[in-house]
């Protein structure tokens, strides 16, 4: 038993050895590897265009439907709906966005991409930030095409070039932020299918069971209550002020500090489950 259980012992030991000796990753080095696992990713978008359909096709698809199916119904007519709908749309579409991330990361954990930096030198959060990086042109992508649609209809946001571009930027931050969420869910799910089944689970509630198509006044008491506390509606009424009225209001500072709160709980758990299969 001794002659077999001994060299199992050496390799742990030479195992740990090499692991000690691994040289650590600073700050700047793991800002650059991220940065080209981020062009990675872009050239792999480039040869995959198929992968900008969603961003392309659903902000301008459920703009017109809900519109012309909710604006009159709620608003009395198109025109008088859609400052209420389009940053609805905005956050729906950017957050909706994100789920993608954690699909694309299973789909390259089961072809073995990720099988090959193993081997590499690089800080273990490059390979998961690098892609949502890149990811970050799909989400200006959706946000771009959801106000031109709007303006295309006869949106005109009161508050302006600025309010509408801090609207975005606001979208794409907490986006971003959501997307490690899913991240994670991508290093723990089975196949990339299970990931956009839980991802779609978690996100569709929280963004039909908002505020971001219906005011929350015309909801039962029991909806409203959930509905207020819903993080996806003070993004909503957050861009409304934004958009609408260029008003920096207490619900974009409880909107970035959620998306802050999403990234410290999340990234690292999405590391620390990503080392599990290194």
């Known amino acids: 038993m001794s002659t077999v259980i001994a060299p199992v012992r050496e390799t742990v030991r030479a195992a740990d050895r090499?692991?000690?000796?691994r040289r650590r990753v600073?700050?700047?080095?793991?800002?650059?590897?991220?940065?080209?696992?981020?062009?990675r990713a872009l050239k792999k978008m480039r040869r995959n265009p198929e992968q900008f359909f969603d961003v392309a096709l659903q902000p301008i698809l459920f703009t017109a439907m809900f519109a012309f199916i909710f604006g009159g119904a709620i608003a009395g007519?198109?025109?008088?709906?859609?400052p209420l709908m389009i940053p609805g749309i905005l956050a729906q579409t950017v957050l909706t966005t994100c789920m993608a991330t954690g699909t694309q990361l299973r789909e390259d954990m089961e072809k073995g991409v990720f099988d090959r930096f193993k081997s590499l030198p690089i800080a273990r959060i490059a390979p998961l930030a690098g892609p949502m990086v890149a990811d970050l042109v799909r989400y200006t992508i959706a946000a771009t095409l959801t106000f031109g649609m709007g303006l295309v209809m006869g949106y005109r946001p009161g508050g302006?070039?600025?309010g509408v571009l801090a609207a975005i930027l606001l979208a794409i931050f907490t986006g971003w932020s959501l997307?490690?969420?899913?991240?994670?869910?991508?290093?723990?799910a089975r196949?990339?299918?299970?990931?956009?089944?839980?991802?779609?689970?978690?996100?569709?509630?929280l963004t039909f069971l908002s505020n971001a198509?219906?005011?929350?006044?015309?909801?039962?008491?029991?909806?409203?209550?959930?509905?207020?506390?819903?993080?996806?509606?003070?993004?909503?009424?957050?861009?409304?002020?934004l958009a609408n009225n260029a008003s920096l209001s207490g619900e974009v500072g409880w909107t970035l500090l959620a998306s802050v709160i999403v990234m410290v709980i999340f990234a690292p758990l999405s590391v620390r489950s990503y080392k599990r299969h290194m």
């Open 18 to 21: 090499v692991a000690a000796a």
């Open 26 to 39: 600073s700050t700047a080095e793991t800002f650059s590897q991220t940065l080209m696992m981020a062009w």
């Open 77 to 82: 007519d198109v025109q008088s709906y859609l």
């Open 160 to 162: 302006g070039a600025g």
């Open 179 to 188: 997307a490690w969420v899913f991240t994670w869910v991508g290093t723990i």
């Open 191 to 205: 196949s990339a299918q299970a990931v956009q089944g839980i991802s779609m689970m978690i996100l569709f509630p």
């Open 213 to 241: 198509f219906v005011p929350i006044d015309t909801l039962p008491g029991w909806l409203a209550a959930f509905v207020r506390v819903n993080p996806v509606s003070h993004l909503v009424t957050a861009a409304r002020d």
